[in-house]
């Protein structure tokens, strides 16, 4: 029996959002790692260890993104078009930082001198760094509204260019996810390595981890007093397919909360998003704490 539209929308929401969840979470510290080679690691030794926490994984990690991509495809035709074509700059910008990972792991072996080692080891910060940068600044420009139209033929079309993209919320939603992956790897390294690198690691990831609670709760309340919501006006067609030509919206302030408030117990998303670094900082503050007072024999 055959799924009706409804239904098909649910599945591929879900799957579209494991794909995504499952690439922040498997590739996250992979691009947190490469954000902290040129800062974390004093020796080249030390950078060395580094790299070889994620190199059987990154590889891997980033097919996450690869299937986002299809599922969009695969699923919204219509978003995929207008996302990699109005977004062109910045997709290729993200693609070109990805492809540096790879070269970056490959020739930076290629010599030992230390000028050399440095350059790649500044060309790996750029493809942790950029990716998540532009990652948390398409978020933000989603939640902000993006200038596009769609006509008969449903031909979307952007009417911006990239640097509408870098606007102060769009910014501050990129630094957010800067901070947020930053902590993931400097977590990470805390589990994978030992001695004066992993104490450096905790300090970073604990400073990461305040961070990411004050961008959070900075990029809520701007986004409830600063930034209009849509709210849908018209009447929506469950048992056919997508056409946006048939929706009207409103906009509002904080109309991105009225769910929170129709449903208080979806609260608990952004409140785990709180929680979470608060609590990976305490933990691990306690672990700190008890190695330090624990004699060594």
Known sequence: MPLDYETLRIIWW???????????????????????????????????????????????????????????????????ALSFSGFYLAMLFVLLAL???????????????PKWRSFWDKALFVSGFVPSLIFGVAVGNVLEGVPFYIDESLRPFYMGTFFNLLNPFGLLSGLLSVSMLA?????????????????????????????????????????????DGY???????????????????ATATGAWFTNYRNMPALMIAPLLGLVAPLLAFYSHAIHALHLSVVPRH
């Open 99 to 113: 492809i540096l990972r790879p070269v970056g792991f490959k020739y930076r072996s290629k010599s030992t001198h």
């Open 183 to 227: 902590m993931h790897g400097a977590f990470f390294l805390n589990v994978k390595t030992e001695g004066y690198l992993q104490r450096r690691a905790l300090i970073a990831a604990k400073v990461c981890s305040i961070l990411t609670v004050l961008l959070f709760i900075l990029g809520g309340i701007w986004l409830y007093y600063g930034i």
């Open 14 to 80: 879900v799957l579209l959002g494991v794909l995504l969840i499952g690439f922040a979470v498997m590739d996250g510290f992979d691009l947190g790692v490469a954000m902290w080679l040129p800062w974390l690691a004093k020796t080249d030794m030390e950078r060395r260890v580094l790299i070889n926490s994620i190199a059987p994984t990154w590889e891997g990690n980033q097919v996450w993104f690869i299937l986002g991509g299809g599922a969009i495809f695969a699923a919204w035709p219509m978003l995929y």
């Open 231 to 249: 709210s849908l006006t018209s009447i929506v067609a469950h048992d056919g397919p997508s056409n946006p030509l048939y929706k009207t919206v």
